[in-house]
């Protein structure tokens, strides 16, 4: 009975299969290359999936994208290239066993002339240790590998993989592509979709980009066949709202960082607190969106309004203590502090030079006037003679040359490049200055004090030809 019972279940199974109805967006796949919408840059007669189709010739590839914009469909037209089978594997549940079976009937198909091509879906999700077992298969022509992957395969695939195959970026589609979508699915149903314009374009934005998601609410909206045409309010009640497409550990997370920083950077106070709001609202923890914005408060500001950096700390202390919803004024706040501040990375760059020179010359000591002498044989050795204590001097400054002697004098390092903004302004007249100080004493023996009368501030500077600043 039991072997009865596993003898009929395909026919089963085949028989409820022919009359499940197939979901919209499956039946709408396009069958063909050039159904695909919104890929022109990739299939088109200059793109390099056009060129496989020109020349007939599938090489291994991954294609990159986000969600529902067609990597399946364009996997499985790329098969129909080629002479040879189609093997569809998920990287969620196929192992090396599956590998492993796909290479043997890869052989036996060689056999008769015929080709393999393996689409692994979410391949970003093998190991490091399974990505290599492709390597041999792919490199002898065994296997035609398209992979394909919603997060960036630079951070997620192996490097020799990645050398062996091209990988090919898709768009996420706009507005145009998805329209082409609802357009193909009032021709499958032969009505148009009961929505107003209004409603059709808020559809188009529910869709998200994702070409898969929007068809999925365009076949709700018919199975719901509402009598009058849905406004907005009364799509809103269908379709609810859709999840935000982020993942906290993938490259979504990444990309809105990125975005934040570079408004932060550009002094863009509105894009800053978009994607600020768009990381909270994700479900993004809020340390990581504060540390990215004091992060910025040091290297995009820095000491062009050095209170940049304790503001955000002032207000990330204050949001700690508030909570969210309520502190989530004290976000903005530091958002738009950095954000408007003016901008400067000389700081930020000047300890990056610092760290490359002590890494070039760091077996050079200390002159002996910078290092104290403790001991009296220290003191007959030299150690700290010639030093001059800086508050003894008018301005609080004794012109110390305190570097090592193959840096000092002419081959001093400018470390330090304090931009003409803000508060660096000053600073850069004060290291105007005492630089034309330093050299003056190094190179006439002649003191500040016997130059400038004792008070005299220090930022009427006088720049290395001796003009008033």
């Keep these: 009975m039991s072997t009865s019972r596993t003898k009929s279940q395909p026919a089963e199974s085949s028989l409820f299969a022919a009359t499940t109805p197939k979901p919209l967006a499956d039946t709408l796949r396009p069958q063909r290359l050039e159904d695909v919408v919104g890929q022109d840059d990739a299939i088109g007669p200059r793109g390099p999936i056009g060129r496989m189709i020109r020349t007939q010739k599938v090489t291994s ?6 969600p529902g914009v067609g990597k399946t469909t364009i996997a499985q037209a790329l098969a129909s290239l080629v002479d040879g089978a189609f093997v569809k594997l998920s990287a969620v549940s196929a192992g090396a066993a599956d590998l492993d079976r796909t290479v043997t009937e890869a052989r036996a198909r060689q056999q008769t002339g015929k080709r393999t091509v393996l689409f692994l879906d979410e391949c970003h999700r093998w190991s490091k240790s399974q990505q290599d077992r492709l390597l041999p298969h792919i490199e002898s022509g065994l296997i035609t590998f398209v992979g394909a992957t919603t997060e960036n395969p630079s951070f997620e695939m192996n490097r020799a993989l990645l050398s062996r195959v091209r990988v090919i970026k898709l768009k996420a589609l706009d507005a145009a592509a998805m329209e082409q979508l609802i357009v193909r699915a009032e021709t499958h149903y032969g009505r148009p979709l009961p929505v107003t314009a209004e409603a059709r374009a ?4 529910f869709g998200g980009q994702d070409g898969r998601y929007l068809l999925t609410l365009v076949e709700e909206i018919y199975d719901e066949d509402p009598a009058e045409p849905l406004d907005e309010a009364g799509l809103k009640d269908i379709v609810r709202q859709r999840p935000p497409a982020y993942d906290r550990k993938g490259d979504a997370a990444y990309g809105l960082l990125s975005a934040l920083h570079k408004t932060l950077r550009g002094s863009d106070a509105d894009g800053a607190l978009y994607w600020a709001a768009r990381m909270i609202n994700a479900g993004e923890a809020a340390e990581t969106v504060w540390r990215e914005v004091l992060k910025c408060a040091a290297e995009e500001v820095g000491l062009a309004d050095p209170q940049a950096v304790p503001q955000v700390i002032a207000c990330w202390d204050a949001f700690d203590r508030m909570g969210f919803p309520e502190g989530g004024m004290f976000l903005g706040q530091a958002v738009i502090y950095v954000a408007t501040a003016p901008k400067s990375a000389a700081s930020y760059l000047a300890f990056g030079e610092a760290l490359r020179l002590a890494e070039e010359t760091g077996h050079l000591d200390p002159p002996l006037n910078a ?22 001097f008018p301005h609080a400054f004794a012109a110390n040359e305190l570097l090592p002697e193959a840096l000092s004098g002419a081959a001093r390092p400018q470390l330090y490049r304090p931009n003409p903004r803000g508060n660096e302004r000053q600073v850069a007249q004060r290291m105007a200055w005492w630089d034309w100080a330093r050299r003056h004493y190094q190179e006439t023996g002649t003191h500040l004090d016997q130059l400038k009368p004792a008070g005299e501030d220090p930022e009427r500077a006088r720049s290395s030809d001796g003009q008033s600043t």
């Design 202 to 205: 808020l559809l188009r934005d």
């Design 371 to 392: 290092q104290n002498a403790p001991t009296a044989l220290m003191q007959t050795l030299g150690y700290k003679e010639g030093y001059r204590w800086d508050h003894e």
């Design 61 to 66: 590839c991954i294609l990159w994208a986000p």
